[in-house]
């Protein structure tokens, strides 16, 4: 059984600068290259048929994920296409969906930081609408974004409590820098 959900946005910038900026980003999350034709498509995947069946953890099963960079007047388009497969023994839920979307937000953040502003963003899904807050009645900071994340993880077990402390003093350290303090 699988679950896809696709996710795009258009951002300004040169496509080969954001393919490479997209491989170095997932390497970080678990991913690995499957297939890779600099610079429109990217596939990569993480999980194995072990942890699918032996997890309850979105981030644990086999998910494949295709990005495809189309180049157009308006900028680059990037697109995420999440094939999810869900073991006969679990359910995608909305901790699960969530978890797919920061992975999707802190992604675009990254680009968009690296690349410009964003130009537009669009959101689509394949089967059952994800029961994720679109609009938030204000806007975090960013690293509060990522704080909240990193504590899900150290949750559900997928990081340790030394991981989560160690990059919360790294994410405040930098929020320092940003304003200008030291320490």
């Known amino acids: 059984m699988g679950r896809r959900i696709t996710r795009s946005f ?5 496509t080969g600068t954001i393919f490479d900026l997209t491989r170095n980003y997932l390497s970080t999350l678990n991913y690995s290259v499957v297939n890779a034709e600099r610079p429109i498509h990217l596939e990569v995947r993480r999980g194995t048929t072990h942890g699918s069946y032996t997890s309850f953890h979105v981030d644990r099963w086999i998910t494949t994920l295709r990005v495809y960079l189309s180049p157009g007047s308006e900028g680059v388009k990037v697109l995420f296409d999440y094939d999810i497969s869900i073991p006969s023994t679990g359910i995608l839920t909305r901790t699960d969906l969530e978890f797919i979307e920061d992975e999707f937000n802190n992604y675009r953040k ?3 930081e690296r690349q410009g502003q964003v130009r537009g963003a669009e959101a689509s899904e ?6 994720v807050e679109e609009s938030r009645t204000f806007a975090a900071p960013e690293y509060v974004t990522e704080l909240e994340h990193l504590a899900r993880l150290r949750d559900r077990g997928i990081i340790t409590a ?22």
Do not use: C, M, P, Y
């Not at 258009?10 to 040169?14: A, D, K, Q």
């Not at 394949?126 to 029961?131: F, P």
């Not at 030394?162 to 320490?183: V, Y």
């Open 10 to 14: 258009t951002v300004g910038g040169e």
């Open 110 to 112: 990254f680009i968009q």
């Open 162 to 183: 030394e991981d989560f402390d160690s990059k919360k003093r790294q994410l405040l350290n930098l929020e320092w820098t940003e304003k200008g303090l030291e320490r």
């Open 126 to 131: 394949h089967g059952e609408r994800a029961a």
